[in-house]
């Protein structure tokens, strides 16, 4: 009997329950504040074939941005008043950031949310890149496109926990690195997720 292709163990596994994720994941001696107030955010988490092998796409964030410039990141935002759900956020998004029409995908399912310690509740959309598109990375918004090897990233043994200085204290978080990219943070913590959901 041969082993189920690892991205339909993750589809089997998508309405399992699992709880939400957070940057706080790794830090249990945080106490959030209740009644605390996110604001909603839509990632895709694009999957595409590229030679037969499934690939994830990642944006590279422009350094010049003020906030997580640099990072490594899913292409997504915040939800606007105009959209009609939060697939809608996370596929206009893609189209913005990386010229990905939303015809050209197939959505999937969502992992579980994961909350940021900047204040977003994060909705991570699982979709499937019917074809090739030349991506468009939006200027001043994104530096590079890149795809990562689905099997790197579903791989447990390739996450580690890192720690740095953080508000007086020291911060635990995941990282993925793949060649010269260093993922880590939330981007690293739904993929985390995204390889438990996808365990034989």
């Known amino acids: 009997m041969t082993d189920p292709d690892p991205l339909d163990r993750v589809l089997d596994a998508l309405d399992a329950g699992r709880q939400p994720s957070s940057d706080y ?3 249990p001696e945080i106490t959030l504040p209740a ?3 996110l604001r909603a955010a839509g990632v895709l988490v694009p999957v595409i074939s590229t030679g037969g092998v499934a690939h994830v ?4 964030r422009s ?3 003020k906030h997580h410039p640099g990072q490594i990141a899913f292409p ?3 939800q606007d008043l105009g959209d009609v759900d939060i697939t809608a956020t996370a596929l206009r998004e893609a189209q913005e950031e990386i010229g990905l029409d939303p015809a050209n995908v197939e959505v999937m399912g969502h992992l579980p949310k ?3 310690v900047t204040g977003f509740d994060v909705t991570p959309v699982l979709g499937r ?3 090739r598109f030349t991506p468009r990375p939006e200027a001043g918004e994104v530096d590079e496109v890149f795809e990562v090897p689905l099997a790197h990233l579903l791989t447990l043994s390739h996450f580690r926990i890192e720690q740095r200085r953080w508000l007086g204290g020291w911060r635990r978080y995941y ?3 793949f060649g010269p990219y260093y993922v880590w943070g939330a981007t690293a913590r739904i993929l985390r997720t995204l390889a438990d959901l996808a365990k034989p």
Do not use: Q, Y
């Not at 796409?57 to 590279?60: E, N, V, Y």
């Open 57 to 60: 796409i990642l944006t590279k």
């Open 129 to 131: 890149v019917s074809r």
């Open 25 to 27: 994941d790794l830090n």
């Open 76 to 78: 997504g935002g915040k």
């Open 63 to 65: 350094s010049a941005l």
């Open 175 to 177: 990282t993925v690195p």
């Open 35 to 37: 009644g605390r107030k």
């Open 114 to 116: 994961h909350e940021t």
